[in-house]
């Protein structure tokens, strides 16, 4: 099987793509005239990102390997599940890789100190101003998770974070309605 191509992925974003003349608000911190509608992926749509991405991931952080993926809460899609499975299958010398929901209670309460030292990779449907991401980032890394990317569907951020942003798919810019930090 060939792998999946940069204007399939194109494809699959332009069939799920609206465009306003104004504005319209995204999530709570920032607007667009551009609205993915990651509701309407197909379950073959979200293998081909998973695949997509799996195969970036591996180039992007080699020949360091995650041993853990980190399921930022938002998300609908089950990318992080897809994309967890894909990434074993690519790799498939290393044991399965735990996908672990990331909620703050849980990396308080004992998850921190069990994956203390393993090199992680945080999963969300869309990255817009990396806020909730950098948030999570910090509070996993001062629990002694390194973090080695961030893994996406669409990434709309404003530039460069801590770590790489590998997406199936770079998204339109947004506006931040509120000051970010």
């Given at each position: 099987?060939?792998?999946?191509?940069?204007?399939?992925?194109?494809?699959?974003?332009?069939?799920?793509?609206?465009?306003?003349?104004?504005?319209?608000?995204?999530?709570?911190?920032?607007?667009?005239?551009?609205?993915?509608?990651?509701?309407?992926?197909?379950?073959?749509?979200?293998?081909?990102?998973?695949?997509?991405?799996?195969?970036?991931?591996?180039?992007?952080?080699?020949?360091?390997?995650?041993?853990?993926?980190?399921?930022?809460?938002?998300?609908?899609?089950?990318?992080?599940?897809?994309?967890?499975?894909?990434?074993?299958?690519?790799?498939?010398?290393?044991?399965?890789?735990?996908?672990?929901?990331?909620?703050?209670?849980?990396?308080?309460?004992?998850?921190?100190?069990?994956?203390?030292?393993?090199?992680?990779?945080?999963?969300?449907?869309?990255?817009?101003?990396?806020?909730?991401?950098?948030?999570?980032?910090?509070?996993?890394?001062?629990?002694?998770?390194?973090?080695?990317?961030?893994?996406?569907?669409?990434?709309?951020?404003?530039?460069?974070?801590?770590?790489?942003?590998?997406?199936?798919?770079?998204?339109?810019p947004v506006r931040a309605l509120t000051r970010i930090?």
């Amino acid at each position: 099987m060939a792998p999946v191509s940069t204007d399939e992925i194109s494809d699959i974003f332009e069939r799920i793509t609206e465009r306003f003349d104004e504005p319209i608000r995204i999530g709570t911190r920032c607007e667009s005239t551009v609205y993915y509608r990651v509701e309407y992926l197909t379950d073959e749509d979200l293998d081909a990102c998973a695949e997509y991405v799996a195969h970036r991931i591996k180039n992007v952080i080699a020949p360091q390997v995650p041993q853990l993926f980190l399921k930022l809460p938002g998300g609908y899609s089950f990318f992080a599940e897809r994309l967890c499975a894909m990434y074993s299958e690519l790799v498939p010398d290393h044991a399965e890789i735990p996908l672990e929901q990331y909620i703050e209670s849980k990396i308080s309460n004992g998850m921190g100190e069990k994956y203390r030292g393993k090199n992680a990779i945080m999963v969300t449907d869309v990255i817009t101003t990396a806020r909730s991401s950098l948030e999570a980032h910090t509070k996993a890394t001062l629990r002694g998770i390194p973090v080695l990317c961030w893994a996406t569907l669409i990434d709309r951020t404003f530039g460069p974070g801590p770590v790489p942003v590998v997406s199936a798919f770079t998204g339109a810019p947004v506006r931040a309605l509120t000051r970010i930090g």
